[in-house]
């Protein structure tokens, strides 16, 4: 089983909402940092957020402050980002991954990674 899945991507339209979900297995679940990346086509792949084993959060990507939130439920080994208000310059594929250490925007640090999740946000 992978140690990470997301699951909530889809095609919504611009001011829409969608909710992602990373369920997490086979580690401690509770001691890692998880954060959201995306990588659109042609870009480089980018940190969008991140929470603490102790529920600090914090936004990478100034682009989505204020319409997306991520949030923690360490009974279900679940994390979730809660996306608001999207644009067509949310479309990507939504990784999200676990790592031992604080909150980074740095990929290199995550130990663990999803397969991803394709947004699409269009008319």
């Known amino acids: 089983q992978e140690p990470l899945v997301e699951s909530g991507g889809g095609l919504v339209q611009p001011g829409g909402s969608l909710r992602l979900s990373c369920a997490a297995s086979?580690?401690?679940?509770?001691?890692?940092?998880i954060a959201w990346f995306r990588q659109a086509p042609e870009r480089e792949r980018e940190a969008v957020s991140c929470?603490?084993?102790?529920?600090?959060?914090?936004d990478f990507a100034d682009s989505v402050e204020g319409r997306f939130t991520i949030s923690r439920d360490n009974g279900k080994n679940t994390v979730y980002l809660q996306m608001n208000s999207l644009k067509p310059e949310d479309t990507a594929v939504y990784y999200c991954?676990?790592?031992?250490?604080?909150?980074?925007?740095?990929?290199?640090?995550?130990?663990?990674w999803g397969q991803g999740t394709q947004v699409t946000v269009s008319s």
């Open positions: 991954a676990a790592g031992i250490y604080p909150c980074t925007a740095s990929a290199g640090a995550y130990d663990y």
């Open positions: 086979g580690f401690t679940f509770g001691h890692y940092s």
């Open positions: 929470i603490s084993r102790s529920d600090d959060s914090r």
